[in-house]
């Protein structure tokens, strides 16, 4: 994997780049839609290729568990399982120390949705399914409870045997409801594991793709003081990129305002040449704020997601698909949009299609929001040409 | 519509013909998917194009209840709503009369499966939804338990606001468990619902397609001479083609096999120059037989149903693509195939997506199932052809 600046912002920290893979190549900033069990949900690669997305990320953990990466090297890697020719991802498993641990315990994951406030979070509690050690993490399948221990070395290999284009290192990602000892700790343990990950990348044994390319993910919660430590530290170690990671969803009030600053406390201690990548963000009014503060790569289901619940983004704002006003509405869902669902249906029959409960519905909106997403950020990188950012 | 007979077979009643509708152009003998809410599950009308399906066939029963054909009509029919252009048919909401009806109450209904025994019927059975008038039927809505009077000239109406090219006289399916005398009954109130229908179709008041053809519907369920009489009574009528009904699915063990007697006594006693359109048929090993007999038309939810519970149809015969087996197998769906799923995908990642709950695998197999039975449709033309059925 290479990346090269091509331009950087006369206005911000924003810059034009491209990403160079062994399977295609990117133009960044760029967004990664998330097609976490090998596949974007409603879709399949020809139509990702359609919609003309650069790349996809796929979630270590979930694929572990099935098929197992054993299956996914057997048939040539991610890209051939899927049939994919793009750039592909994949996450360490590190989120998930997070989401199905206190994300579960302490109600605040993104499993469990929007939940803000202490009453709510306590009504959505479940027993963690994560038990942390100083060498890795035991989780418990949420598909059948066999027990599996991920460790920093596990979690390099599998992805190797998975082959996607860009991997990361295994991190604890933190509570944003974690207090500054829990945070640390979190942070530590990190940073032992970057250095683990960093040795085990180097044997390529295991490797469907001598041509992958390994992030360090920066940690540190809320804390400038950490944040900048942890950059520090994992931005002086050999990775080709950088993940900033955390929990910075809406769920988490706090931490989501505190974002940009962090952003501020950590970009200028990462290699100016190498890409970042701000885990799991983002929304719409995310990227243009966040890229300004110099970041490259974004990941998140919430086009996706949105989709199969039925909203729709469009240069009007959003429409909720499951009204049935739009019954009356002959026309396509954003008037400006050229994809192929604007092309071929209106309002009214997506909508009879979400009532009627047919799943056809998901994929339209799914195709309409992808393509949104990805003709956002476009016009940003029109926009950093043009020095307008 | 205009229905030509191009060529019929040496061998046996078999013949090739067009039928040619304001919206396209559909070889004969064919197969109609069922798209029953407008929508043929898990696909666009892109994927029907791309597959080559010239013809759907949608449920009126179902339209009439969501979005209503009111909405539908205000949208330009059914075409224009699905962006389809194909031959669509509609059926009369006749079959929902019986699976609604005694098909609930009796245990033998389509909606509760392949229930072919007095003992699995006990179990299945459900309070019917209907009740039948001399004058049509009342339903109450599977969705909302709201009621609907059901007419013949209502049911025509109806049809004519979703401008299908093809619409069906509003019958009265009988059960299988029926006795002569209540078969007979429910053939008369056919017969004369057939003469309302066509009666109330000369008004074109509600019509968006001038160029609909109104099939009349043949019953008598497994009785010779009732048969006998409903072909005579039917065939003379000034209908544009025939279906010929019954509830001959596999569930209902006597009838199916009584299924080509029944076309002997039929056929030939409806209008050569018409099409006639076998009903709710069917699997593979029906075509042919009925083809020899004459038909030229069927309908059946059977390959997408299957396609959803991971059903692939191959030239190897059927495969279960649930089973874990599967997760190895490199090859595609069917090597003979030249569908888009077997282009792209193997059967270890269709059965990973179907493992895993992922939605498209259903819509993967979908679009190999539906090329499969239009291949095979094709085969079957051109063995007519040859004459060589």
Chains 1, 2 share one sequence.
Not at 171 to 191: F, G, I, V
Request: charged share 25%; glycine share 8%.
């Amino acid at each position: 994997m290479k990346f090269k600046v091509l331009k950087k912002s006369k206005k911000s920290r924003a810059r034009l780049g491209v990403i160079e893979t062994k399977n295609g190549v990117m133009e960044t900033p760029a967004f990664f839609p998330v097609a976490t069990k090998a596949c974007l949900k409603t879709l399949d690669s020809t139509d990702l290729a359609n919609i003309g997305f650069e790349g996809v990320l796929c979630n270590t953990y979930h694929l572990m568990l099935q098929p197992t990466s054993a299956v996914i090297k057997k048939h040539g890697g991610l890209h051939k399982f899927m049939n994919y020719n793009g750039v592909i991802a994949t996450d360490s498993g590190g989120f998930q120390v997070f989401s199905l641990g206190k994300g579960l315990s302490q109600g605040v994951g993104k499993v469990v949705g929007k939940v803000a406030n202490k009453k709510e979070r306590e009504k959505v509690k479940q027993p963690s399914l994560v038990k942390i050690r100083e060498n890795g993490v035991y989780f418990q399948s949420h598909i059948d409870g066999s027990t599996h221990f991920l460790t920093p070395e596990k979690s390099i290999k599998i992805q190797q045997e998975l082959g996607a284009d860009i991997i990361f290192a295994f991190d604890e990602c933190s509570s944003p409801l974690d207090n500054k000892k829990q945070t640390k700790r979190a942070m530590e343990r990190t940073h032992t594991w970057a250095q683990k990950c960093l040795i085990a990348f180097k044997d390529k044994k295991a490797s469907v793709n001598k041509r992958q390319g390994l992030f360090g993910i920066v940690q540190g919660g809320k804390y400038k003081d950490l944040r900048q430590k942890s950059a520090g530290v994992i931005g002086k170690m050999d990775f080709d990129g950088f993940g900033i990671g955390g929990s910075f969803g809406e769920a988490y009030g706090d931490l989501k305002k505190n974002m940009l600053n962090v952003l501020d406390y950590t970009i200028p201690l990462l290699h100016e040449e190498k890409p970042r990548h701000l885990l799991g963000i983002g929304y719409l009014e995310d990227f243009e704020k966040t890229i300004k503060k110099g970041i490259d790569l974004f990941d998140c289901v919430h086009p996706t997601r949105m989709a199969r619940h039925g909203v729709a983004f469009t240069s009007q704002g959003k429409l909720n698909l499951q009204k049935s006003i739009f019954l009356k509405d002959k026309l396509p869902l954003d008037k400006k949009c050229s994809c192929s669902t604007c092309q071929n249906y209106s309002r009214a029959y997506i909508t009879h299609l979400f009532r009627t409960g047919e799943i056809t519905a998901m994929r339209l909106l799914t195709i309409h929001n992808l393509w949104f997403f990805k003709t956002f950020m476009k016009n940003i990188r029109k926009k950093i040409k043009q020095d307008k950012l």
